[in-house]
């Protein structure tokens, strides 16, 4: 297949050491993402539950944890000839629920956390996710930075105090500690382009989407592991 | 009616009368927390020792620390830990949690998690029935997120 | 109504040290914290948790800005009896919110 596009670049993590934000976190953080009754993400899931079955979910795809098992993992996909995430799958029968709310993060969690412990697929179509991975390795913004400057050169080396972890989407939506609350792959991103003073791309932009393909595609064969938490 | 001389004059004696510069957040806050102290232990001793405070030394994010406190006690109605503070140095106020506790209770142990804006003290002090009152404290380190986004959605 | 999750154990044996767990869904707005504007954002927060076990109180905790938003708070209490402990959380600009669960005590 189109595995020849790891090999390509020197700087490239080696598969067998990559490893998940959750490595570079306290004991004590890692404990609270492990915590499945009072995990800080548990009122998400339950609220994402509810609203399964609220919104029609249920009508159509039954049990989520038998239906819905495996398909986070396997996210960006192609749908109708479309890259699409998750989120913007989730809401196809509810496209009311805006990106960032409430309800929409608490159903994505709800159906992320169906692909617990499952290997990540990398589903994108090889154009975007070659696409991603030009836009990883771009420099941008007023510091000049790519995203491979931080997460591909130097992670594990500290930034401000905080270890640079290797940016794998294992984990999302993540209940984020800096957020006091659960948010997207995409806010993520918003994040780090603002810290970068790089342009900032609205949720739904398809430069984001194909990066996330790329970086889901990075991180094939790693465990999914969302909701997850992170500081 | 004074004359403006005269008036400057005065004020050059005001200005060097007052001359010490207020005080600072450090020792505001010192203060604060003091006084919180004080309004549980009254003039108390407080002593070191039956409390263990749990929290992590290095904090990833400051938004959630989690954080028990142990107090060792047979929690029998003659000997038991009535209450559990909770406080900090360097927050904009004091205070985390205070709980309540008895002879039901079984155990002297609560974990929750708390908010610690900066680096400094976090204290823990119980209260037993007889009125004595012991204390563990840990000194931890507060990083901040290296890319703040500032509620960013 | 906010969510909240109680943990209790259903059966324990009589005499036996259990640990309760709960978690609200709450922010905890500091009341410190200001808008892009410079506005100061009010304070919204828990105040206080009251546990009571049929009946008895067997549980108090008043809770400060400090706790973190979605507060946990884990403590213990001796299984005397079965029944049902309920837990009532207080907060400001009216918050009240109460949860019941069973316990069976052999």
Known sequence: MWLALGSAVAAEIPLPERKSGYEFMSRETKAMQDDEVTGPAVLTLLDGEALWGKLGCQGCHKDAAASMKGVAAR???MVGGKLTTLEQQVRHRNPELRYESRELLALTAFVAKQSRGMPIEASGSKPNVEAGRAFFHQRQGQLNL??????????GKKLGGTPIPQAHPTGYPIYRLEWQGVGSFTRRLRNCLTGMRAELLPHGAPELVDLEAYLMWRARGMKM????VRP | MISRRAFL??????????AQLPANIAEIRKAQLQAAINKVVGGAQVRQGKVKLDIPPLIDNGNAVPVTVEVESPMTQADHVKAIHLFTERNPQPYVFTAHLGPRSGKARIATRARIGDSGEVIAIAQMADGSFWQDSVRVIVTLSACLEEGLI | MARVVVNVPAEAKKGEVIEIRTLAGHPMETGFRRTQLGELIPRDIIRSLVCTYNGVEIFRAELHPAIAANPLLTFTTVATESGTLEFRWTGDNGFSVTEKASIKVV
């Open chain 1, 225 to 228: 592991e969302a909701p997850a």
């Open chain 1, 146 to 155: 790519a995203c491979a400057s931080c997460h591909d050169d130097n992670w």
């Open chain 1, 75 to 77: 996210y960006p996909a």
């Open chain 2, 9 to 18: 004059f005065l004020s050059f004696f005001a200005g060097t009368a007052r």
